[in-house]
């Protein structure tokens, strides 16, 4: 089930975090993985986890999703490399909380940089690809953010809404080519960033009272949510925003 074999992925952001997680959960599932990230951002413990999960081919590949051209090169490379571009997970993103009052027209613009545009002309760049051989899978990672409020973080909560709406967008336009497109909602993840914010007792005690089921989600929960939407399992599923949060929506 949610089997991968011969299928070719794509993750942006993949260096740590919930892009290791999602990389090796398609590792896992016999895709052959194509970890990406910003140039110097170094790749090698995703690669290695990768390899360990059984993916079959491992391509490492540097891509920034703020550059036009560094996204097209990018995309060229598997394309040559690897033949065929099944899977796309769109998880690069970032997120610098501030007071409504302190964000300046630059820290906005650099939000919808990453977490917007990037993600969509991404998606652009591989649909060719997509199209030709009528099947793709192209994954957001969205955020419970973009459900629910979260203080002080007004323009993630803003680029993690417009993912919402620009899934259902492109599910619309790319239905008849066979490529779906959704989204992975997360609430907060155990990655090493969460660690160290919890080190706040108050923090850690916030979070995990917002959480009915009492926990962080791990990266490779989140990872498998990815798989199941990349899978022939979910070939009926598009334009569907799926949320992996413990509960902390449905208060």
Request: aromatic letters at 6%; proline letters at 5%; a negative charge.
């Amino acid at each position: 089930m949610f089997e991968l074999t011969g299928k070719v992925a794509i993750v942006t952001g993949a260096a740590g975090g919930l892009g290791q997680g999602i990389a090796v959960a398609f590792a896992k599932q016999g895709a052959c993985v194509v970890p990406t990230d910003r140039a110097g951002v170094p790749m090698d413990e995703t690669a290695e986890k990768c390899e360990k999960a059984g993916a079959p081919k491992v391509l490492p590949v540097a891509m920034d999703v703020t550059d036009q051209e560094s996204i097209r090169s990018a995309v060229e490379t598997v394309r040559t490399q690897c033949g065929r571009i099944d899977i796309l997970a769109n998880n690069a993103g970032m997120n610098r909380p501030m007071p409504a009052e302190e964000v300046t027209p630059e820290i906005w613009d650099a939000h919808f940089a990453v977490n917007i545009k990037g993600g969509f002309f991404t998606a652009q760049a591989v649909a060719p690809v997509m199209k030709a051989q009528h099947f793709g899978r192209v994954i957001f990672t969205g955020s419970q953010a973009g459900i629910v409020a979260r203080e002080n973080q007004q323009p993630y909560c803003a680029t993690k809404g417009g993912i919402q709406s620009l899934v259902r967008a492109l599910a619309y336009d790319w239905a008849k080519d066979g490529i779906t497109v959704n989204a992975v909602a997360p609430t907060f993840a155990m990655t090493e960033l969460a660690r160290k914010r919890l080190e706040d007792p108050d923090y850690a005690k916030m979070v995990l009272g917002m959480i009915p089921v009492g926990r962080l989600v791990d990266p490779g929960e989140i990872g498998s949510a990815f798989a199941y939407l990349a899978s022939d399992e979910a070939a009926m599923v598009t334009g569907q925003t799926l949320v992996i949060d413990g509960g902390w929506t449905i208060w």
